[in-house]
């Protein structure tokens, strides 16, 4: 039977993309990274991994959605002059490999993919381009990070291929891929690869990175936390959010746990499925604008397993500014029962900062 859930043919081709562009940032993983067979020459593995998971992601979304803009990560301006050549080839390759490997079970030649489905040069730059749309108030639009969490990539450790439909400024549809998250946080040298994927109203779950698209997954749902089990989730960049300040909330809720700290959105997904207790990440002070696709997906992956994502002083994350959050104060993900004395202790935690500010 055919299925009629809202959303049904875009959770599949987002899937199918997601998965693809997981296969080839594993892969630029292992072949450049890890081999170390880059020279000096050459431009950054990351941004080798960036651009052409951004191609390929494009090509499929273009496929189905011709019409649906997107808000892409990446522009391919500097793969369309002279010194960008050794890139653009190296890049162009990796993505049409990656379009025309073999079919796996749940996917369809229609989709763009498979052998039968080359593209050209120009075809690849115009997908990574398609990234260019500049977001808004109204209509549908996908936004995509090719991969979020670029230090933890490098290192090895946890980044996302993420992406999500927004349609009137509200997120209906996340889909993450975390190549390198344990399938089982119990097991930490257990399986890796998983992808998380939320439909808005229609809950949120896991599923094996190898297999996505013939399994219905597992679904997934923030627990209750005591201050005793409760834990904080971070980022490992210092740059990225005020860890200092996360210290004080955490004194002031009587959290005595370690903070768990991770690259990328797969904090999200580790909230979503009850490995951690709060997603807090508070500006540094740089004046930095948090990206729509840095948080898009893993806003409604917190929401359909329960939790409620905000800025620090409550307020709603607004995705229809733009590329941007505009003038949001951080983000607050936790579960229902967390959320509002997560709340509190941030204002406590800034007033405290501001009296002595004023000393
Ligand atoms: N000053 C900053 N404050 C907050 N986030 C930042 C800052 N600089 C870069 N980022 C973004 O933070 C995200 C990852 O954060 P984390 O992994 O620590 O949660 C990345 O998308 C990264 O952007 P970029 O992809 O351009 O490097
Ligand atoms: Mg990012
Ligand atoms: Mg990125
Ligand atoms: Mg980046």
Known sequence: MVSTLPYAAEKQIAIA???RACVLTASVFN??????????????PVTVGDFSAQAVVNTILNRTFPDDPIVGEEDAADLRVESGTALRERIIQLASETLTAELVPGEKEEWGLG??????????????DRGNYQGGKTGRMWTLDPI????????GEQYAVCLALIVDSRVELGVIGCPNLPVSASEPSGPRGCIFVAVRGQGAYQLPL???????GTKIAI???????L???ESVEKAHAKLSFNDRVGQILGVTRA????????????????????????PVGSGYKEKIWDHAPGSVLVEEAGGIITDGRGQPLDFGLGRTLGENYGVVAAGKDVHPKVIAAVQQAKAEEEAQSQL
């Open 148 to 155: 979020d969490g670029t230090k933890g990539f490098l290192r």
């Open 17 to 19: 993309a997601v998965r």
């Open 210 to 216: 190898d297999d996505p698209l013939s399994s219905t």
């Open 259 to 282: 903070p768990t700290r991770m690259d990328s959105q797969a904090k999200y997904c580790s909230l979503a499925r009850g490995d951690g207790g709060v997603y807090l990440r508070m």
């Open 223 to 229: 627990p209750t936390f005591t201050p005793e089990t």
């Open 31 to 44: 072949k450049l990274i890890k081999q170390e067979t880059l020279t000096k020459d050459d431009k950054s």
């Open 115 to 128: 052998p039968k489905n080359g593209r050209t040069t120009e075809q690849l730059l115009d997908a990574i």
């Open 231 to 233: 834990n904080f989730l």
